[in-house]
C-alpha cells in the first residue's frame, strides 16, 4: 500500500508540481489550498503533511501547533514550506514539531529526498527494539516513553530532538560531523546540504539547561556530547 501524502499549499503551480512529482514516486497525493481544506481531508491515514505556512485563511503554524496536540494526529510528520528569509517560522515550526522545513524557491528532487528521508526514518524507528532508559549525570531519557527528565523535570522535546539527543549520548564522546549527523538521525543523503543541524542543537541545548553545556561544539568539525558528566 502506497503511502497517503496531504499537500496543504495555495499557489496552484507549486501545488501541482509537487504533486506531480510525489504521484510518479508511487506515492498517493491530496491536496488542499487552505487550512480549511486540508482539515477536512486530513485523518491518521496519512503518512505525511506537506504544509505551506502562508495560506489565505491562516498561518500554517497554527495547524502544525493543532496537529501536535492531537492524539490522533501527532505522529503524522509535517514538512512545512516558508520564505527564505523566516528564520523566526522556521524555529517556531521545529519547535511546534514540525519534522523539517523547505525554502521557496525550492528543489522538487531535494523536497522528494527529504520526504523519502522522513518515511524511511519513521519505519525503522517502529522496527527499532531499544533499552528502557539511558542515564548522564542529572539527565535522564526514557526511550520506551520518548520523555527526557534534567534534574527529575521533565523536558519537553520534538520527535527530531528526542532522536538527535539519543544519537549524540549513544555516541558520547565522539565528534559527529554534521553530514554524519544529517545521515543518522535525519536519514539525508549527501546530496542535501541544509543547517538544520545547527538549528537543532541550538534549540537542544536551550531546552536541556544545565545540562546543555555537555553538547559541544567542534569548530571545524561538528559536535559531541561529553563522555562523563562532571
Not at 495547524?63 to 492531537?70: G, Q
Not at 527526557?148 to 565528534?175: C, H, P, W, Y
Not at 554524519?180 to 546540504?193: I, K, M, P, R
Request: aromatic share 6%; hydrophobic share 35%.
Amino acid at each position: 500500500m502506497s503511502n497517503k501524502i496531504l499537500i496543504i499549499e495555495d499557489e496552484p503551480d507549486i501545488r501541482k508540481t509537487i504533486e506531480y512529482n510525489l504521484s510518479r514516486e508511487g506515492f498517493k497525493i491530496f491536496t488542499a489550498a487552505s487550512l480549511k481544506e486540508g482539515k477536512e481531508l486530513l485523518d491518521k491515514s496519512f503518512s505525511l503533511l506537506v504544509l505551506d505556512l502562508m495560506l489565505p485563511d491562516g498561518s500554517g503554524l497554527d495547524l502544525c501547533r493543532e496537529l501536535k496536540s492531537n492524539q490522533e494526529l501527532m505522529n503524522i510528520p509535517i514538512v512545512i514550506l516558508t520564505a527564505k528569509d523566516d528564520e523566526v517560522d522556521k524555529v517556531v515550526g521545529f519547535e511546534l514539531g514540525a519534522d523539517d522545513y523547505v525554502t521557496k524557491p525550492f528543489s522538487v528532487r531535494e523536497l522528494i529526498l527529504r520526504i523519502k528521508a522522513i518515511l524511511k526514518r519513521g519505519s525503522s524507528q517502529k522496527n527499532e527494539t531499544v533499552e528502557i532508559e539511558r542515564q548522564f549525570g542529572d539527565l535522564v531519557i526514557d526511550i520506551d516513553s520518548h520523555e527526557v527528565f534534567v534534574n527529575k523535570e521533565q523536558i519537553s522535546l520534538t520527535a527530531l530532538e528526542f532522536r538527535l539527543l539519543s544519537q549524540l549520548i549513544d555516541r558520547r564522546g565522539r565528534v559527529q560531523s554534521r553530514d554524519q549527523l544529517l545521515s543518522d538521525v535525519w536519514g539525508y543523503s549527501a546530496e542535501v546540504t541544509t543547517r538544520t543541524v545547527d538549528t537543532h542543537i541550538k534549540r537542544l541545548r536551550e531546552k536541556l539547561g544545565t545540562m546543555g553545556k555537555y553538547v559541544q561544539t567542534i569548530r571545524g568539525v561538528g559536535y559531541k556530547f561529553s563522555r562523563t558528566p562532571d
